[in-house]
């Protein structure tokens, strides 16, 4: 999806691999706040907190927050349950 988007593939191993460099700085604060966010009792630094409220509003912070909580309980869910990936 995010290639039909327009993602580059530069993008997409970026991506793949947590590293924010290759998108704009505040979409790279965002992707570092998620993978913060995604282990099991993560905390988040205090420095990805500030380079995110740099970059974004709170009402936004709070938008991507739900996002990736939300597709983190889709995925242990679909773990816990062995629900096969579908392509």
Same mark, same amino acid.
């Given at each position: /999806? !995010?290639?039909?988007?327009? +993602?580059?593939?530069? %993008?997409? $191993? +970026?991506?793949?691999? $947590? =590293?924010?460099?290759?998108?704009?700085? +505040?979409? $790279?604060?965002?992707?570092?706040? !998620?993978? +913060? /966010?995604?282990?099991? $009792? !993560?905390?988040?630094? @205090? =420095?990805? %907190?500030?380079?995110?409220?740099? %970059?974004?509003?709170? @009402? %936004?912070?709070?938008?991507?927050? !739900?996002?990736?909580?939300?597709?983190?309980?889709?995925?242990?869910?679909?773990?816990?349950?062995?629900?096969?990936?579908?392509?």
């Amino acid at each position: /999806m !995010a290639r039909r988007l327009g +993602a580059t593939e530069l %993008q997409l $191993g +970026a991506a793949r691999s $947590g =590293d924010g460099s290759a998108f704009e700085p +505040a979409w $790279g604060s965002a992707l570092a706040y !998620a993978s +913060a /966010m995604t282990p099991v $009792g !993560a905390s988040i630094s @205090e =420095d990805i %907190q500030s380079t995110l409220a740099r %970059q974004w509003t709170p @009402e %936004q912070i709070v938008e991507i927050t !739900a996002v990736v909580a939300l597709f983190n309980y889709f995925n242990r869910f679909a773990l816990a349950l062995r629900i096969p990936v579908t392509r």
